[in-house]
């Protein structure tokens, strides 16, 4: 603590603490109970933290980055010549005390109102209020931190001005619209967007942190592979923290809707994005990836922190629409539209991207040829595996006769023709949803699973982790009652399908063949029952006397655990190719 607190100090200015941190802390408070019964709650709390906006943005823009003598080397860095570690320590001491002035005056301010607000019926108990009061501190933070990267980048002064400007209207425009949501606080549930705006929050505060220390670099020496320690170790953490952590904080705000009984497919289109945050961010603040092809990339992270806030506001405000009879979530048909623009956005920044950057990003497409072999190799076994299911079905019952021409139907009756071209139409839309997967589990972590463990068993832990991931769809999605069954029988299917996907990545080198794959296994259940819409994966039921025979119907893909690429004993030497 001590040594952050110096650092901070070196970090600032005293000027700056003694103003903008000291007196701009109390007369901030005075302002907001003054606010309060003047301007009413709603309007006295914008006031407070319009005012918040404007001095800190104003104070970093104009005291820290040198604005007035036109300099582009932020010119907080000059005072961290001293050391790389008083830089770093310095940037969390500046967001730790964004955060806590904010709370420190919301704080003050919320115990002027609470009184008045539980009163007028706002907000049923002080509780509710406190949680309101949370989610407008996190909301500033994030946007404030958000804004701060934009005005960071300016070339000079009155590009500064304009980028500032543009941010403090972003900004209040944000305010506006946070404050028209929470108008009616005794109907709304603060606790998924607690967990929302402080993902963001935490985000939002990570890419600050890192952006600023490659500005040092590139202003004091020039990165190095080495230089500055490998950075493995911290793409790891952020992969894991991101894949995994976001995944499980929503867990609760999933457990909400799930308790509602609400349609939770929006929770599902924004959990496959969290494997790809995880690798986009990594990659984007490493140390050594080269050029990288950003529009792409951002591309991914705004569709995941749009799909994350609907998610949110799905069981904060459920809102239902009906399409041709069928009554569907108002924010999943939203997603929809944002899938179909963001993946055609995607495709078109990486076919104008440079070569070195796609050969970077691993966007590039090798082994067309192979990969097409395997992806009608996958459909083959995939209904290899649906016949032996069917198999069992009719020796158990004892009734045969309409197992051929259910299979018949499925390949050549007029509905399913239209069910395969409405697949294959769907792939160019919505892929973006299966390479947020795919881009995580085969891009990412298998090869490094398979460097350190080895190619068969590093797929097989991925299979596992793969599969544990799927825990909250598992209970609240895919299955009424019948969680641990479904849990276990996803496990072995994404060690199964993680075989046969882990070795056409090994062989073909190229995402895209395992996205298609994935595509394909998502979309061929819903031609197979006849229903396209998300009641065809939903509210499933799993006896434990059937789970067995779901399990040996995997084997068809076992069966690729014998590929020599498996049963090699070397491991794979390179990470070149992630």
């Given at each position: 603590?001590?040594?952050?607190?110096?650092?901070?100090?070196?970090?600032?200015?005293?000027?700056?603490?003694?103003?903008?941190?000291?007196?701009?802390?109390?007369?901030?408070?005075?302002?907001?109970?003054?606010?309060?019964?003047?301007?009413?709650?709603?309007?006295?709390?914008?006031?407070?933290?319009?005012?918040?906006?404007?001095?800190?943005?104003?104070?970093?823009?104009?005291?820290?980055?040198?604005?007035?003598?036109?300099?582009?080397?932020?010119?907080?860095?000059?005072?961290?010549?001293?050391?790389?570690?008083?830089?770093?320590?310095?940037?969390?001491?500046?967001?730790?005390?964004?955060?806590?002035?904010?709370?420190?005056?919301?704080?003050?301010?919320?115990?002027?109102?609470?009184?008045?607000?539980?009163?007028?019926?706002?907000?049923?108990?002080?509780?509710?209020?406190?949680?309101?009061?949370?989610?407008?501190?996190?909301?500033?933070?994030?946007?404030?931190?958000?804004?701060?990267?934009?005005?960071?980048?300016?070339?000079?002064?009155?590009?500064?001005?304009?980028?500032?400007?543009?941010?403090?209207?972003?900004?209040?425009?944000?305010?506006?619209?946070?404050?028209?949501?929470?108008?009616?606080?005794?109907?709304?549930?603060?606790?998924?967007?607690?967990?929302?705006?402080?993902?963001?929050?935490?985000?939002?505060?990570?890419?600050?942190?890192?952006?600023?220390?490659?500005?040092?670099?590139?202003?004091?020496?020039?990165?190095?592979?080495?230089?500055?320690?490998?950075?493995?170790?911290?793409?790891?953490?952020?992969?894991?923290?991101?894949?995994?952590?976001?995944?499980?904080?929503?867990?609760?705000?999933?457990?909400?809707?799930?308790?509602?009984?609400?349609?939770?497919?929006?929770?599902?289109?924004?959990?496959?994005?969290?494997?790809?945050?995880?690798?986009?961010?990594?990659?984007?603040f490493s140390y050594n990836e080269g050029k990288l092809p950003v529009a792409a990339y951002v591309t991914v992270f705004l569709t995941g922190a749009?799909?994350?806030?609907?998610?949110?506001?799905?069981?904060?405000?459920?809102?239902?629409?009906?399409?041709?009879?069928?009554?569907?979530?108002?924010?999943?048909?939203?997603?929809?539209?944002?899938?179909?623009?963001?993946?055609?956005?995607?495709?078109?920044?990486?076919?104008?991207?440079?070569?070195?950057?796609?050969?970077?990003?691993?966007?590039?497409?090798?082994?067309?040829?192979?990969?097409?072999?395997?992806?009608?190799?996958?459909?083959?076994?995939?209904?290899?595996?649906?016949?032996?299911?069917?198999?069992?079905?009719?020796?158990?019952?004892?009734?045969?006769?309409?197992?051929?021409?259910?299979?018949?139907?499925?390949?050549?009756?007029?509905?399913?023709?239209?069910?395969?071209?409405?697949?294959?139409?769907?792939?160019?839309?919505?892929?973006?949803?299966?390479?947020?997967?795919?881009?995580?589990?085969?891009?990412?972590?298998?090869?490094?699973?398979?460097?350190?463990?080895?190619?068969?068993?590093?797929?097989?832990?991925?299979?596992?982790?793969?599969?544990?991931?799927?825990?909250?769809?598992?209970?609240?999605?895919?299955?009424?009652?019948?969680?641990?069954?479904?849990?276990?029988?996803?496990?072995?299917?994404?060690?199964?399908?993680?075989?046969?996907?882990?070795?056409?990545?090994?062989?073909?080198?190229?995402?895209?063949?395992?996205?298609?794959?994935?595509?394909?296994?998502?979309?061929?259940?819903?031609?197979?029952?006849?229903?396209?819409?998300?009641?065809?994966?939903?509210?499933?039921?799993?006896?434990?006397?059937?789970?067995?025979?779901?399990?040996?119907?995997?084997?068809?893909?076992?069966?690729?655990?014998?590929?020599?690429?498996?049963?090699?004993?070397?491991?794979?030497?390179?990470?070149?190719?992630?």
């Amino acid at each position: 603590m001590k040594k952050l607190i110096k650092s901070y100090r070196i970090f600032t200015s005293d000027l700056y603490r003694y103003l903008v941190v000291g007196l701009g802390t109390v007369i901030l408070a005075v302002i907001g109970v003054v606010a309060s019964f003047l301007l009413g709650p709603v309007f006295g709390i914008m006031c407070v933290m319009g005012i918040f906006l404007f001095m800190d943005m104003g104070c970093d823009f104009f005291v820290f980055q040198g604005n007035l003598d036109k300099k582009f080397d932020y010119g907080i860095l000059k005072n961290s010549l001293g050391g790389f570690d008083t830089l770093k320590r310095g940037l969390i001491g500046d967001m730790l005390r964004r955060f806590l002035q904010l709370s420190l005056v919301t704080g003050i301010y919320g115990l002027a109102s609470v009184k008045r607000i539980v009163a007028d019926g706002m907000f049923e108990d002080g509780f509710k209020y406190a949680g309101y009061l949370l989610v407008m501190v996190l909301t500033v933070y994030t946007v404030t931190t958000f804004c701060l990267n934009l005005t960071r980048r300016h070339i000079n002064y009155q590009e500064g001005i304009l980028a500032y400007t543009l941010c403090m209207l972003s900004t209040s425009a944000s305010l506006v619209g946070i404050m028209q949501i929470y108008t009616n606080g005794s109907g709304v549930s603060t606790i998924p967007w607690i967990m929302t705006m402080g993902i963001l929050a935490l985000l939002a505060s990570y890419i600050i942190y890192e952006r600023t220390i490659l500005r040092f670099l590139d202003t004091y020496g020039e990165r190095q592979p080495g230089r500055y320690g490998s950075d493995e170790k911290k793409k790891a953490w952020i992969f894991a923290a991101v894949a995994f952590g976001i995944d499980f904080l929503m867990l609760p705000a999933m457990y909400i809707g799930y308790r509602q009984g609400g349609d939770l497919s929006i929770f599902l289109v924004a959990q496959m994005m969290y494997p790809a945050w995880g690798v986009v961010f990594g990659k984007l603040f490493s140390y050594n990836e080269g050029k990288l092809p950003v529009a792409a990339y951002v591309t991914v992270f705004l569709t995941g922190a749009v799909t994350l806030i609907l998610a949110t506001l799905s069981v904060t405000f459920p809102m239902t629409t009906s399409m041709a009879g069928v009554d569907m979530d108002v924010y999943y048909l939203i997603s929809n539209y944002i899938l179909i623009l963001a993946s055609i956005l995607f495709t078109i920044f990486m076919c104008v991207t440079g070569r070195e950057k796609r050969i970077n990003a691993g966007f590039q497409f090798p082994n067309a040829g192979k990969t097409m072999l395997y992806v009608l190799l996958f459909v083959v076994l995939y209904f290899a595996r649906v016949f032996i299911l069917y198999l069992y079905d009719a020796l158990t019952t004892g009734d045969a006769s309409e197992l051929v021409s259910e299979f018949v139907r499925m390949f050549a009756s007029g509905e399913s023709l239209i069910a395969w071209i409405t697949v294959l139409i769907n792939l160019p839309l919505t892929f973006i949803m299966f390479f947020g997967e795919e881009y995580g589990w085969r891009y990412y972590l298998q090869p490094r699973l398979q460097k350190r463990f080895g190619n068969l068993p590093g797929v097989l832990i991925l299979g596992v982790l793969w599969g544990i991931w799927h825990a909250g769809a598992d209970f609240m999605y895919y299955a009424d009652n019948s969680g641990p069954q479904m849990l276990i029988n996803q496990v072995v299917t994404c060690i199964s399908f993680g075989i046969f996907f882990g070795l056409v990545y090994m062989k073909t080198k190229n995402i895209w063949s395992v996205v298609i794959l994935h595509f394909l296994n998502n979309n061929m259940i819903m031609i197979l029952k006849g229903d396209f819409s998300t009641e065809a994966l939903q509210g499933g039921e799993l006896s434990w006397s059937l789970l067995p025979m779901q399990i040996v119907a995997m084997a068809v893909f076992w069966l690729f655990a014998f590929a020599p690429s498996y049963i090699r004993r070397t491991k794979q030497s390179s990470l070149t190719e992630a």
